[in-house]
């Protein structure tokens, strides 16, 4: 095959941007996450590196980067050192399929403002978050500590349960737009949002999503109260470091799918669509920070009752329906 | 889907239906009266539909036909369910092994077999076999109680799974080479004689390794005595009787498409001859009667391969007849042993001592069946067997039919010790078994099969010369 | 390019493939399966089968293996020892018999035969779905049948013992 | 229906937090603002001396018995008169839980507490304050309470001259 050399220049400046951005955005996220927290509980937060804070992020990072890499004794040295990169890595993949952009007219090229528009973008990304899963189990495994072990252990069967009803929630979506593709499932939802049709379906998604990301009400892997920081709790410096990004870069990631699949993309009135698009995905992150200020933690029975017994049935109920919809409608 | 495919598909959706109201009558009234009472409909309905359903009138569209071997193999399989179903009541109670959960997977096994029997694209062929294997996986462990039975599960799930993956392989190479997953398409592309290519070769190899796993012929035979002493005694009956049956008829239903066995002569040749010698050597040493009546099985089944290896020279037609006739017999044994069992019956040979006294009527069906094994003339094992070796001379494999008949008349050896254990030893006490009648009815008319196949088998004949000389 | 893709993606699948044979800690070996499935649905992808890839990373390294290593935790196998290690007797069938199939690969691969390649046009998903929905409806069904079983199945098995 | 009035009660909590994002925050910036801590505040330690100018503290070794964790310790000894003093004192503040038990304990009212809370220093050395660094000249809390002028024990002045104290009794003289 041969390749347009101005192609791959655009295609690396893209990936180059997208890069960038959300990985400045994951850091920014963390102070964000930070501060509002704080306003929820009445104070004030980071307030020191910088005006308002806002160098605290560098901070950190300088922190991370400068503390002592430390493996446990009897610690499995290759997963360990493997795990985190398994939980970031899948996080950034995510954001190659999601079109952040209307598509502009660049040098006389069309240009897709998204890294790959595959046609089984859709699946690309159950695939990935399913394989997200493995710096979760490896990373606790690999410790060799029974904090780590055990959050792993939950971390696995709560990924796996609610990547299900994930799943089957998408499924709706792909059933209106006929199309994996992302940039179909957007344009298809031209007019009007699918969270019209779909409010179930999107209420599905939202949940396991928060689920898929550990998030509170859903972080059992992670919860400090028993486990102490569970998966993670033997790593330190940079590796927990990119556990900690992974986690922010999949609550960005999972913010951009959700308003591609339900919020219309980069469809929005008045504001141009980059600008719609990152206020979706902005209003996603603020939602799972106010969740985190708000609710209490599952017991481990009830988040695994909530997943199995209410939503992966209403998922299925909801395609069945979507389905028998469809076929009247014709 | 049309109206003649509903036809077609009937006696499937009858069986699939069953198996999923059993389980839910079974989940709902928490008693397993109410899924037999749902199973044994389901089954006779199917047999039924097969029997007297008028042939339809388009082609099918959905892989599925409902020519002449399908509705026979189709009522075959149905009523053996129904009989092991019949069988297995007591039994279950006595041995505590409880749960809608096996008339269930009985009516799915059958609804495999049936899928088998009338598939006509390699996809549903294959299906058909696993969705049997998998719920003879599910039956074979299914006495909890007893302490070897999950092993066996696990035994054989392991074994099906490697023969499965085999099968699997061996399609995917054979649709690379020809394109088309049609049967009939498929076997004349690769298997006469000339067409194959070395690609469709593996793919066949491959096959017929997964197909020697399912009919235990011999390097593949080794999971059998294990299996069928761990599993429950209708069970037994229903793996040795129906899945042998279903997976002969995986093979019929593709090698006469080519005509004959072409390519696969020669290794079915060596499977058939090591079988026939193996089993049956194996058998002598052996003194577990279930164990035995395992080598036997092995045995059996190379007579099998010998009738496909005649092929066309009426080879087909014995092998079905075969079949079914080893199918009956089976049941029989394996519902007699049941029986027996339930009144003190050990493992061993010595154990079933002076029963013929005590218990009349199930050591006659036993002894009935063990003469079928033999192949003493009024009965179908004598017809079977005659069948097949004239088919083999008539096909011109003479060697294979000598070897055959001398393995045959070794065998006398065992299963006569059996009968003599049966009769001429001094009688223990023993407590009397109470013989539900549903029971007395099954092995009767099982009994009386044996007899009248062995006696009278122009119609079953007839029929499926009509089957194969289309 | 494709080419290079090809034969690097290939000999990670075979290396990983052979190394999680022979690694006695399982989940070195899970580990080691997931890389050789991935870069077996990279290859599928190369190949114009994008669905087959998707469905192999989610369906094998997505769920089968993550189910795998999920009983491996609750166990806590392969900790303690090198039990588990095969010997060579162990070893020697399966060496056989891999090396009569190479041999056989080897022979066909000199005896040539193989089915001419198909023009190469990508199979959209909808092509898929129709053929797959249309013509192998049944087959479906059966399977679907299938899985409901195999849940039953480990349902009654995973019951408690006893009354 | 218990799904709807669920529902209520997550978003009312929902609605809770999202009211007290504007909330003014209720952090003091602790080294720029101070906050002034109450006079009964139980900070850092102080030994007082008597309205006199003497040292109240008697060495009784009370409140070292009654220190929780056992920060307090003193060697006492008795002057000329008969008064008693601590020839050392010696409090570890890197121990003391601040409990104000010591304080409670105290007969002369020589230990107090005080509202300094700001108790920090690089080696922790530091933190052992001797007699030197605890004795402020001071009363404290009560500005005229001198437990010798009470006790009527004869050291700072003669027996019976303390105030509403009545003469000593001649218990040889009450005989019959």
Redesign the interface.
Known sequence: MIYDPLDIALMLAKIALVFFVILTLAAYLVFAERKVLAWIQDRKGPNRVGPFGLLQPLADLIKLLTKEDFRPIGADKWLFYLAPAMAAIPAIMIFAVIPFGAPLRLFGHTVQLQVADLHVGLLLFVALSSLAVYGVALGGWASNSKYALLGSIRGLAQLLSYELSMGLSLVPVVMLARSFRLSDIVAAQAGCWFIVYQPLAFMIFLISIAAECKRIPFDLPEAEGELVAGFHTEYSGMRFGLFFVGEYLNIIALGGLAATFFLGGWHGPLLPPVVCFSVKVLAFAFLFIWIRGTLPRLRYDQLMHFGWKILTPLALLNILVTAWWLVLRG | ?TASDLRI?LPLLLL?GG??LA?LSGGITRTERASYLVAYPATLGAALWALIAPSPAAAST???ASDGLARLFTVFFCLMAATVLALSRTYNSERGLR?E?YP??IL?TT??MT?LASAT?L??LF??L??MT??L??LV??D??HAGS?ET?LKYLLIGAFSAACMVFGIALIY????TLVIGQAVQATLLPGAG???AM?GWSFMLIGIAFKLSLVPAHLWTPDVYEGAPAPVAGFLSGGSKGAAVLFLLRLLPAAGDAGLLRLPLWWLALLSMLTGNLAALRENRVRRLLAYSSIAHMGYVAVALVAGAAGGYQAAAYYAVAYGIISLAAFGAIAVLERTGCGATVESYRGVGSTHAFPAAVLTLALFALVGIPPTAGFTGKWLIFTAAIRAGELPLAVMGILATALSLYYYLRIVASLYFSPVAARQQPLLAPVERIALGCLAVLIIVLGAWPSPLLDLFSRCFNR | MEAYLFYLLAAVTVIGTVLAITEKHPVHAIVYLVSSFFSLAAIFFLLAAPLIAMFEVIIYAGAVMVLFMFVIMMLDVGRSGDGLRPGLRQWLPAMLLAGVILALLGMMLAHGGWPAPGAGAAATLRDFSLTLFRQHGVAIEIISLQLLFAVVGALYFGKRRGP | MKIVSDMTALLTGMWITWQHIFRRPVTIQYPEEKRTPYPRYRARIVLTRDPDGGERCVACQLCSAACPVDCISMQSAEAADGRRYAAWFRINFSRCIFCGLCAEACPTLAIQMTPDFEICKRDIMELLYEKEDLLIDGCGKSHDYNFYRHAGIGVTQPRGAGPKEKPPVDVRGLLP
């Not at chain 2, 690379?176 to 394109?179: D, E, H, M, Q, T």
């Open positions: 889907m598909v699939a198996a999923l389980l959905v892989g599925l749960g959960e269930a997977t799915f609804f495999g899928a694209t996809l549903s299906l058909g696993e969705a998998f719920g996986y599910i462990g299914s909890l109680g999950v599960g690379c080479f020809c394109g290519s070395s690609l593996a």
